[in-house]
């Protein structure tokens, strides 16, 4: 059984309430606010029962108006980076802002992180929706989008589906932090992961992928057997893992990623639609914002696995299409699922 409660998170400046939504099952809680459909806690239970928020973010609507890394929300139009922020479809160029380095990041400005999306309760959970304008952070037609978060037993699920006016790429996820010792906890060092992907996009120095589908055989990517992060981000030259692992395209949910936690025995599998999970453990934090109860969050003090399409693809014929064409409908899901071991 979920029971599904809603109350007011806060008022937006300019106007506009914005709500919690409360999924709670006997092994999960897990809060939705109506702005960026952002995860702002999620508690589960430890190996002794008690619960612990394990996801960063903000103890306010402030914290999330003001800039902060996507903690927990959902992104788009399209997720990651386009590079330069141009690409051509039908034969049109568009220019998105450009707001990461030389790239366009996660839908722009103002992407779907920030804003009001409307909610309808369901039995099980709550579906958001919102229109992107034509145009919109210079994204080609009207999209319109809807995010359903349904909690069955230890199951979290996120259903992503658009249909848009014009062609469009799209890509859309969601970016929480986890951190399964509780959020607060100086870093993922003492967490276990595995990716089930032979195959990994090489990035640029501007983080686009440089084309390239490299094998994970023999590299710090290889990932397929669980290996412990410390372990493994002591060997790494680089500064973490900031990479597209490549999928399988399903159109039932496949296992891709699974976390485990053995001081507190928790365990998070991933499941997804999705061609692609973005492994990001939280390089570019350093410890300068102000969190939940009052926690900072250093570099490496979370991980996120955001389910998505391969970073770059509407400049990128070889990848995965994100092209959505007038009349069909774009659908993706994900599962997060929460284990103890
Ligand atoms: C990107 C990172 C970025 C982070 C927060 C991730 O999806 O891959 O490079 O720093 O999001 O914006």
């Not at 790239?103 to 959970?125: I, M, Q």
């Not at 995010?147 to 658009?162: D, I, R």
Request: proline residues 5%; hydrophobic residues 35%.
């Amino acid at each position: 059984m979920t029971s599904v409660t809603r109350c007011v998170f806060g008022d937006l400046p300019g106007g506009g309430a914005v709500e919690t939504f409360c999924l709670q099952s006997d092994f999960v809680k897990a809060e939705i606010i109506s702005f960026g459909c952002i995860i702002t806690r999620l508690e589960t239970k430890d190996r002794d029962g008690n619960f612990s928020d394990i996801v960063l973010g903000f103890d306010d609507l402030k914290g999330y108006i003001n800039k902060h890394p996507y903690f927990g929300a959902v992104v788009g139009r399209v997720a990651n980076r386009i590079a330069k922020g141009k690409f051509t479809v039908d034969g049109q160029n568009y220019l998105l802002p450009i707001n990461n380095g030389p790239n366009s990041l996660h839908g722009g400005l103002k992407g779907f992180d920030k804003v009001l999306w409307t909610p309808e309760v369901l039995e099980n959970g709550v579906r958001f929706s919102y229109t992107s304008a034509d145009g919109e952070e210079g994204y080609p037609g009207e999209l319109r989008v809807w995010v359903t978060y349904t909690l069955s037993g230890s199951e979290l699920s996120v259903h992503y589906k658009a249909q848009t006016s014009v062609t469009t790429p799209i890509n859309v996820t969601n970016h929480s932090y986890f951190n399964l010792a509780g959020q607060g906890a100086e870093n993922i060092y003492d967490h276990e992961i595995s990716i089930d992907a032979e195959h990994y996009l090489p990035v640029d120095d501007t983080m686009i992928p440089t084309g390239e589908v490299a094998t994970v055989q023999g590299t710090c990517f290889d990932l397929r057997k669980p290996v412990n992060l410390g372990n493994q981000m002591g060997k790494l030259q680089i500064n973490g893992y900031d990479h597209n692992f490549c999928l399988s395209v399903t159109q039932k949910p496949q296992h891709c990623a699974r976390v485990y936690h053995k001081p507190s025995g928790r365990v998070l599998s991933v499941c997804t639609t999705q061609p692609g999970v973005q492994f990001y453990t939280a390089n570019f934090l350093d410890g300068s914002l102000k969190g939940k109860g009052g926690a900072v969050y250093p570099k490496h003090s979370a991980l996120c696995l955001e389910t998505q399409a391969w970073p770059d693809a509407v400049n990128k014929p070889q990848f995965p299409n994100t092209l959505l064409h007038p009349g069909e409908e774009y659908n993706q899901t994900t599962l997060f699922n929460f284990s103890l071991q």
